[in-house]
């Protein structure tokens, strides 16, 4: 039986050596793994880090081209709104200066038209009589002739008068249009 002691023996001797072994291996992977454990968390965190200041930089991007886009547009609204006013500034000085144009130029028009008017009718009374001294001249180269003869041309005379208006009339029309045409093309 002492084979059998010494079997038993040398058995527990060899579990004893593998249990430590085994827990000398355990305790190394257990190390190992905790140690690698340690280093994913360490990793985690610096990406963790790493990712908190690029959002954080990215925001304050964000928040200075949103400030800046608000500038140039307030400069920009400002820019529009001078030159807008500036704009209308001219347009109502040149449409004032336009009316007091148009009101000199009316002027200007009217005495013209009054001028011309103002000789014309001198002409059409001066026509008038030399119209009539001829009229008159034959009615002194005819005293031979009889009363009735004598009254006829006198007749025409008066029948000239008319015709002599309506001259004048056509004539003042006509200069009133050249001179608004005048005004006009000017």
């Not at 990215?58 to 500038?71: C, G, L, M, N, Q």
């Not at 008017?117 to 002739?145: D, E, G, L, S």
């Not at 004539?171 to 009133?176: D, L, R």
Request: hydrophobic share 45%; proline share 3%.
């Amino acid at each position: 039986m002492s084979n059998g002691d010494g079997v038993t023996a040398m058995a527990s001797d060899a579990v004893e050596t593998v249990k430590e072994k085994v827990a000398e291996v355990s305790g190394a992977v257990a190390s190992s793994a905790s140690a690698t454990v340690a280093k994913v968390k360490k990793a985690a965190k610096t990406a963790e880090k790493k990712v908190k200041t690029k959002v954080a930089e990215a925001k304050k991007a964000a928040k200075s081209a949103e400030k800046t886009v608000k500038t140039k547009v307030a400069k920009a609204r400002k820019a529009v709104k001078k030159a807008v006013a500036a704009t209308k500034k001219k347009l109502t000085t040149a449409s004032k200066d336009a009316k007091k144009e148009v009101a000199v130029l009316k002027k200007k028009v009217a005495a013209k038209k009054v001028a011309k008017q103002a000789p014309a009718k001198k002409a059409v009374a001066k026509k008038a009589p030399a119209k009539k001294a001829p009229a008159k001249t034959a009615v002194k180269k005819a005293p031979a002739k009889k009363a009735a003869a004598s009254k006829a041309p006198a007749k025409k005379v008066a029948a000239s008068k008319a015709p002599a208006k309506k001259a004048a009339k056509k004539a003042v029309k006509k200069v009133a249009k050249k001179a608004a045409g005048k005004t006009a093309s000017k």
